[in-house]
Nanobody
Framework: VQLQASGGGLAQAGDSLRLSCAAS????????LGWFRQAPGKEREFVAA????????YYDDSVKGRFTISRNNDEKAVYLQMNTLKPEDTAVYYC????????????????????WGQGTQVTVSS
């Protein structure tokens, strides 16, 4: 599957942004999906993930309660709704996917994921 992220931009603290990631290819519903981010000088880190069915979601503690991941299998897309943005959310955000069996819980570990989009920049000013 090929992924392309969009929706990043400039925001002020407290604002909201919605990231989208469009997928091309077959069998989109067989993939767990996720978002990672990488701030300047830091390693890429887990943000959120969603199971194949969309029934289970997972978040890093730093975004829990502020960010919401969702997917639309018919549109082959995954979204990240980001509310109450903070300056520390500034990073390049990457969508990612991994084909799994139905019952697998998506991992928060970077090496587990094997399909990556190109990234979209999110900059939050105070």
């Amino acid at each position: 599957v090929q992924l392309q992220a969009s929706g990043g931009g400039l925001a002020q603290a407290g604002d909201s942004l919605r990231l989208s990631c469009a997928a091309s290819g077959h069998s989109f519903s067989r993939y767990a999906l996720g978002w990672f981010r990488q701030a300047p000088g830091k390693e890429r880190e887990f943000v959120a993930a969603i199971s194949r069915s969309g029934s289970s979601t997972y978040y890093d503690d730093s975004v829990k309660g502020r960010f919401t991941i969702s997917r639309n299998n018919d549109e082959k897309a995954v979204y990240l709704q980001m509310n109450t943005l903070k300056p520390e959310d500034t990073a390049v955000y990457y969508c990612t996917a991994k084909q799994t069996i139905l019952t697998v819980v998506p991992s928060t570990e970077l090496p587990w994921w094997d399909n990556w989009g190109q990234g979209t920049q999110v900059t939050v000013s105070s």
